[in-house]
Antibody, heavy 118, light 107 residues
């Protein structure tokens, strides 16, 4: 069974940093691209960042480019999102997702809440 | 970047009704379009990819069509369990932008 388990969320002040993690199980992690997708409470979905299986292809949404860094450790079946210079508008549930190549997300984690507030 | 525009933003329909949701891309994306269903309090679930390919376990009353810039998600006979919000997403190139969502309510 495919499982994606996010961690690292919480309350953080504007301008600070936070690192999210996602541990994958139930599939060959290094066969898949991975993504972070977020959803502000009561709002729509926003693609944040994606990384190819070998980390050669990485891209970011416009609103986080230059502040967030995605990475992965295939030996540990883990995906990360380093979030720097956090803003109030980064408050959202952050979902870790899996995709074949750099395509649609076929499995989603349950999400972790990041709240940016003073 | 390519923008994705969904319409309507919400709708209310009766059980058994035919429901149509549209998604328009600001530039052509071939058939690299997916549809997701998100029920209240739940994680989004993929229902259609490549504009018209139904995913495993998704009822056949769901269908998708379109290519290029204009896409449609149709529910042929709306059921109570179909209530939720539907999102389209382009995936031809990054950024993998989502549409704003369509909230479907049952009358």
């Amino acid at each position: 069974e495919v499982q994606l388990l996010e961690s690292g969320g919480g309350l953080v002040q504007p301008g600070k940093s936070l690192r999210l993690s996602c541990v994958a199980s139930g599939f060959n992690f290094d066969d898949y691209a991975m993504h972070w997708i977020r959803q502000a409470p009561g709002k729509g979905l926003e693609w944040v960042s994606g990384i190819s299986w070998n980390s050669r292809d990485i891209d970011y949404g416009k609103s986080v480019r230059g502040r967030f860094v995605i990475s992965r450790d295939n030996a540990k079946n883990s995906l990360f999102l380093q979030m720097n210079s956090l803003r109030v508008e980064d408050t959202a549930f952050y979902f870790c997702t899996r995709s074949a190549a750099f395509y649609f997300s076929d499995y989603w984690g349950q999400g972790v809440l990041v709240t940016v507030s003073s | 970047d390519i923008q994705m525009t969904q319409s309507p933003s919400s709708l209310s329909a009766s059980v058994g009704d035919r429901v149509t949701i549209t998604c328009r891309a600001s530039r052509g994306i071939n058939i690299f379009l997916a549809w997701y269903q998100q029920k209240p309090g739940k994680v989004p679930k993929i229902i259609i990819s490549e504009a018209s390919t139904l995913h495993s376990g998704v009822p056949s009353r769901f269908s998708g069509s379109g290519s290029g810039t204009d896409f449609t998600l149709t529910i042929s006979s709306l059921q109570p369990e179909d209530a939720g919000t539907y999102f389209c997403q382009k995936y031809n190139t990054a950024p993998l932008t989502f549409g704003g969502g369509t909230k479907v309510e049952i009358k």
